[in-house]
């Protein structure tokens, strides 16, 4: 004797019908960005660069004499070359505390440049940036928490990790 149960579909009285549609729309939470705490290894490279007054993108110098245009698709704003703001960036290599493995190179700019600074505990006024003093400051920073885009791997948020 054994004690197998066998199931099969039923003869009669089964039927396919459409089920009623979902009211909800189902949320899916999808990270896109990561906090890590670790070290900044190195400084790959630290640039200027000229930005739209408009909607802050880069902006490619011309031949055009006195003045620039934005390449922005969406703005194509023409600016006095005397008046485009100089935007610093850095992108660093940066060793996550917890898989020293994983390294991952992360992009500042200004603002999180001077927040690291601060959280280092000195100033930097942005208008007196330069390499060497922006260099200085991921140099001296250790044991930081960063929270940055996964997708561009730009930094949007640090702060000194406990």
Avoid at 51 to 64: H, L, N, Y
Avoid at 97 to 104: E, T
């Amino acid at each position: 004797m054994t004690h197998e149960m066998c199931f099969s579909t039923s003869d009669s009285g089964s039927s396919i019908q459409p089920a009623t549609p979902f009211e909800e729309v189902l949320s899916v939470a999808v990270a896109t960005t990561e906090n890590t705490c670790g070290e900044i290894v190195g400084v790959e490279k630290v640039t200027a660069c000229l930005s739209c007054r408009k909607c802050c993108e880069k902006i490619d110098a011309t031949d055009q004499p006195g003045f620039v245009e934005c390449t922005n698709s969406k703005c194509h704003f023409k600016q006095k070359l005397t008046l485009s703001k100089n935007e610093w960036y850095a992108q660093v290599l940066f060793e996550n505390q917890d898989n020293k493995c994983n390294l991952v190179n992360l992009t500042f700019f200004e603002d999180t440049i001077t927040k690291l600074a601060e959280v280092n505990g000195s100033s930097l006024a942005i208008d007196e940036l330069t390499q060497s003093s922006i260099e200085a400051v991921f140099y001296e920073s250790s044991n930081v928490l960063v929270t940055y885009d996964l997708r561009t791997k730009v930094v949007e948020r640090t702060e000194l990790a406990w």
